[in-house]
């Protein structure tokens, strides 16, 4: 028997731990733009950061997932998405969303080549781990796979495993753009927590019926609409 060279097994024991997910997000003041006239522009930054607490901590919780990891220049972000256990990585390219997403993947492939890696958005404040863990285990079956949002026009998780690259394309009509880029689209059921991101204050009385976490409620509950 041959054996196993040492970068393989190192490989292949990352690839059997659980997902790093990578979450970009832009500084606050700048962030949720479209949700100022139902939130008021005083509180659209405060609930940009309550929608990440709450992915961020609902993805820590969830039993497929290793570690979050936060592609941000935000001191108020860093500082409030650290607490809950999310390494902070600086936006070190500054040149948007899919930079950001490929910088964080580069920083999580460097110490663990052959984990699977998923690029998760910030802004689902309803997302539920057992709902993320089934997502995600639907996606090992694939080298590259994504999730549409509720409209089924974007796209709220890119997942890649196998040492395959993300190659993300988000922003607007994302999920056409990774479906002609060959990853495999994940159509489980049930799975709403996790395809509802909130861009407009329809989307917010959404994931309101949906049931938020704690940050969301709380911050929500100011906003005159």
């Known amino acids: 028997m041959v054996p196993m060279h040492r970068d393989d097994t190192a490989a292949r024991t990352a690839a059997a731990r659980g997902w790093t997910l990578v979450v970009p997000l832009k500084p606050l003041a700048l962030a949720k733009s479209r949700l100022a006239p139902a939130a008021g522009s005083g509180l659209r930054s405060a609930l940009a950061l309550a929608f990440a607490q709450d992915t961020v901590a609902a993805a820590l919780a969830c039993a497929a997932v290793e570690g979050v990891v936060i592609v941000t220049d935000d001191p108020l972000a860093e500082a409030e ?3 809950l256990g999310a390494r902070i990585v600086p936006d ?6 899919n930079a950001a997403l ?7 492939r460097l110490e663990r080549p052959g984990a699977p890696v998923a690029a998760l958005n910030a802004d689902l404040p309803a997302l539920r781990p057992g709902e993320l863990a089934r997502v995600l285990e639907a996606a090992r079956a694939h080298r ?9 026009v ?4 890119l997942a890649a495993s196998g040492g395959a690259a993300l190659a993300p394309a988000f922003g607007g009509a994302s999920r056409a753009r990774h479906l002609r ?4 689209e994940i159509t489980l059921p049930g799975v709403d927590s996790v395809r509802r991101d909130v861009d407009t204050g329809e989307d917010l009385a959404a994931a309101l019926a949906l049931g938020v976490g704690p940050h969301t409620l709380r911050t929500s509950a100011a906003s005159p609409a």
Do not use: K, N
């Open 154 to 157: 974007g796209t709220t998780l």
């Open 181 to 184: 880029s060959g990853a495999a």
């Open 92 to 97: 070190a390219p500054g040149a948007g969303l």
């Open 102 to 108: 490929e910088h964080g993947e580069a920083v999580v």
């Open 81 to 83: 998405l650290a607490a």
């Open 144 to 152: 590259r796979a994504f999730l549409a949002d509720a409209a089924g």
